[in-house]
């Protein structure tokens, strides 16, 4: 920072505004004898290079040194800045080199004619040049030079030199001086070559003070700047001493040199003067240092009566903002200053922005600045220092910046401390003033014990901030919260938030007054109780779920998480729990897993139901064969005719269970549900008894419904037959459709619902109904309460698969007594889609007289069973058990005319995978595909090529000639 002298630990001795002032005045008059003796050189005025005539002159060497020594001085008194820094350091260079080469020609006795580059034509004698420095002067130069080079270092060794250097040029100076006050040459001129000039010596003097001044913090200048009672006594001692010990033996010299006294006489005289002169002295210097003792120690009183006043208050006070300003206001009265801020960078609020409390004159105020002013790199620069800082001279740029900053216009000197919480520093407290003064001891321990009390403020507001944070946290918390005290004999509930009240319809006062009645389980699990008893006692937490009941009689699930608070000693004091609601979750987790379980039993039905297909089309084909080989024989005829009938049953029986998977083959049109209804209702009354009646609603204008027909006409009378079953005295069974919506709430609690809008179909019995546990298992498959034998189970199981197939959602909703109503959810159809089915064109059927066929089936049962029919049928067929000995015999033999291939087989290729090679390398080549899956559930499993007949299992004869006539009679692409 520019314009200011610091430390980096204050002391106020460090630097002081005198010493500045001190270093610019010897700098400016060495400058000045410099300049004024090189003009009497250059003008040849003998008055300017001399004191008196017949004195030894200054040469131009030395006053051109004591130039650049002036310049380095007025640069040394305002450090910090680069430039002047730099400005110094040279010409402090260049005067030890050009002293350094004197004392080297002293030395070798070579002359490097360095004398010959100011005036070398001003000679006094033949080969003597004017120009040529005294040795004490070269030393002298050299010492300064050293002394300002290294000056601003801070290690020990350094500074020793700093001190032994000014003390032995100071010396040699005084030396000269009394030399020629006292008529010694040898004390000027040591040697024969040359002496040091009157005016030389005096410069020397007033230059070595001024670099002295430089480090105020060291050596004999740390205790003229002390602004203790020592250093006063110091300030008016030594200057008396110095300049009138001197002045007094040069009168009584000078008296005894015109004869007014012998020596006797004069030695009596001049000890009778200075025991009375020192006697002066010391007792002014004492008297002074007393008064400024007594005004120390009023200020001292002083400054401990305010700090008393001001801890009182901190302990007492919670309102902040008050205490803040009173501190700083209480601050500038003490230490007499115009200006006192504190700035809290970090303000407990949380905003962007600067507390500033700015005491000045009889006003105190606190204002907030944001964190972009343009103040604030000077705040930045501060944060990075955790040591206070004293200005003792602010340059105007620096004024501006802590004017904007701190508030003090004008500012030339000051004090800041920083504010410090855990060691970062989070703002300052800054004492200005107008004035250049200086700050003692006691002001920075005062300012010290001033900023604890700051902290312990800026503390205590944190922490009651961050209560007040809790407190709202706790108040406004999703979940309920209730502290117990555990250090009491019995624990004791000592907070409720009012989460918990709505949890449980108690308010707060009924949970606080009775915390057993409103927060406790009606039957209590006691394993749950004695686990938390066991988490207790291991002040461990600990996590239970318990059926809790509302005041209102209704119970939920409360999800309830335990934490020990344990003090500082390791005692435990507190239990935090945490509480919620995590009834609709349990409720949706159910159902999320019910519908796993439901798609994952899909899943196992699918995979039987394709094995039990290939299984029922070797029975089917083979009892077909065996009925029509037998009619000659009646019995074996009635026989194979039974089995074929349970094939066909057991190839139902797939479907249901197909259905159910939603692996079903479906052929979904447009329809009118309404529509459907009337010529379903008209079907349902002549399967129904007359006992029981139908009831049908229908809206009017609702969008149609993209279903199969067939799948939901079963689907229905499924459900009619379950209504029939359940009123066997007869009823009522009400059929409605409407249009619905259904919510995200509705979806989110109904893991197979989607929101939107539904067409709604609704049927409702008037029968006995279903308790819980069987409405839970109401679609599951093979699930019925119905006798042996009087059902599969798979009826409801079925409805649910095409329901979810038809992409709607089901739901049931029964009670023992009141019936049961099914709620069926069918998505609408797409607003283009036409009310109409496609039909599909009748292939040609060519004999199969001379056609070939490669039959591919993993499937040993199954292949030789197709087999058989194939040549019955009049085909030539080739077998191969893989979709690669499929290829290896294509390659071989390519002339087939068609390819009967399963879908699912294993190995590296399947069905899919061989009919596209075969439509790539022998486009000639029909393909015909059948499997256990159906088409929907083949696409779900295989990547199925474009345009290929899928001939689903178990097949009769006539549809296996069927598919293969259709096929084998459609045109080549």
């Excluded at 002298?5 to 505004?17: I, K």
């Excluded at 040091?196 to 410069?203: D, F, M, S, Y």
């Excluded at 670099?211 to 200048?221: F, I, N, S, Y």
């Excluded at 949706?588 to 379980?597: A, D, I, S, V, W």
Aim: net charge neutral; charged share 20%; with cysteine.
């Amino acid at each position: 920072m520019h314009g200011m002298n610091q430390a980096t630990a204050v002391a106020p001795e460090t630097s002081t505004p005198a010493a500045s002032v001190y270093v610019r005045a010897t700098g400016l008059v060495v400058l000045g004898v410099g300049i004024a003796v090189l003009a009497g050189w250059a003008f040849e005025i003998d008055a300017l290079k001399g004191i008196a005539p017949g004195l030894a002159t200054m040469k131009p060497l030395t006053a051109a040194n004591f130039l650049l020594s002036g310049v380095v001085l007025l640069m040394s008194s305002r450090p910090g800045e680069v430039a002047r820094d730099r400005i110094g350091w040279f010409c402090a260079l260049a005067v030890t080199v050009w002293s350094g080469l004197t004392l080297l020609e002293y030395a070798t006795g070579i002359d490097f004619h360095i004398d010959r580059v100011l005036f070398p034509n001003h000679l006094v004698e033949p080969g003597v040049i004017p120009g040529r420095m005294s040795i004490i002067t070269a030393i002298n130069f050299v010492l300064f030079g050293t002394c300002r080079i290294t000056g601003d270092r801070r290690e020990s060794s350094v500074q020793a030199w700093f001190v032994t250097a000014n003390i032995l040029g100071l010396a040699l100076s005084f030396l000269a001086i009394c030399g020629y006050a006292y008529g010694v040459p040898v004390l000027y001129h040591p040697i024969p070559a040359t002496s040091i000039a009157l005016n030389t010596a005096v410069t020397f003097a007033v230059l070595f003070t001024g670099v002295a001044a430089t480090r105020p913090d060291l050596g004999w200048m740390a205790r003229i700047c002390s602004p203790d009672v020592g250093g006063s006594f110091v300030r008016r001692a030594l200057p008396a001493i110095v300049i009138g010990v001197p002045a007094f033996g040069w009168l009584r010299l000078q008296g005894q040199l015109a004869g007014l006294y012998d020596l006797r006489a004069g030695l009596a005289l001049f000890t009778i003067f200075n025991v009375a002169f020192l006697t002066a002295v010391i007792l002014v210097s004492g008297w002074t240092s007393d008064r400024l003792a007594a005004r120390r120690l009023s200020q001292k009183v002083k400054q401990q009566s305010a700090l008393a006043i001001l801890s009182g208050l901190t302990l007492r006070s919670n309102d902040f903002k008050a205490l803040r300003e009173r501190a700083v206001q209480m601050a500038c009265d003490v230490l007499g200053v115009e200006f006192g801020s504190l700035n809290d960078v970090t303000p407990s609020t949380g905003r962007p922005e600067i507390m500033v409390t700015v005491a000045g004159g009889a006003a105190t105020t606190t204002i907030q600045k944001r964190r972009d002013d343009p103040a604030i790199p000077i705040l930045d620069a501060l944060l990075t220092e955790h040591t206070p800082r004293l200005f003792s001279d602010i340059d105007p740029p620096t004024q501006l910046k802590l004017s904007t900053y701190f508030q003090a216009p004008g500012a030339q000197s000051g004090l800041i401390m920083p504010i410090q919480i855990g060691g970062k520093t989070l703002g300052h407290l800054a004492m200005l003033s107008t004035t250049k003064r200086t700050f003692f001891i006691d002001d920075v321990e005062f300012l010290q014990r001033l900023r604890n009390l700051l902290e312990i403020v800026r503390d205590r507001q944190m922490n009651l901030d961050k209560l007040h944070i809790s407190s709202v946290a706790l108040e406004h918390a999703a979940q309920g919260i209730t502290i117990t005290d555990e250090s009491a004999r019995e624990p004791m509930l000592v907070y409720a938030n009012p989460t918990i009240a709505r949890m449980t319809g108690y308010t707060v006062d009924e949970i606080m007054s009775n915390a057993a009645r409103t927060l406790r389980p009606r039957n209590p699990d006691l394993g749950l109780i004695e686990k938390i008893m066991q988490a207790k006692a291991k002040r461990e937490p600990y996590e239970v779920e318990i059926l809790v009941q509302r005041k209102d009689g209704t119970e939920y699930l409360n999800l309830a998480k335990g934490s020990p608070v344990i003090d500082q000693d390791g005692r435990l004091t507190y239990y935090v729990v945490i509480s919620e609601d995590v009834t609709d979750r349990h409720l949706r987790e159910e159902k999320l897993r019910e519908t796993q379980k439901m798609q994952a039993v899909g899943q196992m039905t699918g995979g039987v139901a394709h094995e039990f297909n290939n299984l029922l089309a070797v029975i089917k084909s083979n009892a077909e064969d065996m009925r029509d080989d037998l009619k000659e024989s009646p019995v074996l005829h009635d026989q194979a005719d039974l089995v074929l009938q349970a094939a066909d049953r057991g190839a139902g029986l797939v479907r249901q269970l197909l259905a159910f998977s939603r692996k079903q083959e479906i052929q979904p049109i447009v329809t009118d549900l309404n529509v459907f209804l009337e010529s379903f209702v008209a079907l349902l009354k002549r399967t129904l008894e007359a006992n029981i009646a139908i009831n049908v609603r229908t809206a009017a204008g609702l969008p149609p419904v993209k279903i199969d027909p067939g799948q939901m006409e079963t689907a229905l009378l499924n459900i009619a037959l379950n209504c029939r079953d359940a009123m066997p005295s007869g009823g009522q069974i009400t059929i409605e459709t409407k249009l619905a919506l259904i919510d995200a709430d509705y979806a989110d609690q109904n893991a197979d619902a989607s929101p939107g809008t539904y067409i709604l179909l609704t049927v409702k019995d008037t029968g006995t109904g279903m308790p819980k546990e069987v409405l839970a298992h109401a679609f599951q498959p093979f699930f019925t309460t119905k006798e042996v034998g009087a059902g599969t189970g798979l009826g409801l199981s079925m409805v649910y698969g095409f329901v979810q197939q038809s992409g709607g959602h089901i739901k049931l909703r029964s009670e023992p007594g009141f019936g049961t109503t099914v709620y069926i959810y069918l998505p609408p159809a797409e607003e283009n889609a036409a009310l109409r089915p496609e039909t599909a064109a009748a292939a040609a059927m060519p004999v199969a007289a001379g056609r070939t066929i490669l039959l591919v089936e993993d499937d040993d049962l199954v292949r030789q069973s197709v087999k058989q029919k194939l040549v019955r049928l009049g085909y030539d067929v080739t077998t191969a058990p893989t979709a690669l000995d499929a290829i290896v015999i294509l390659e071989r033999q390519p002339a087939f005319d068609l390819v009967f291939t399963d879908v699912i087989m294993p190995g590296a290729m399947n069905g899919a995978d061989l009919a596209r090679e075969v439509q790539r390398r022998w486009p000639a080549i029909k393909i015909l595909m059948s499997s256990g899956y159906t088409e929907a559930a083949v696409l779900g499993k295989v990547n199925m090529p474009d345009g290929i007949r899928l001939l689903p299992k178990p097949y009769a004869n006539a549809d296996l000639e069927r598919a293969l006539h259709e096929v084998l009679g459609r045109k080549s692409a």
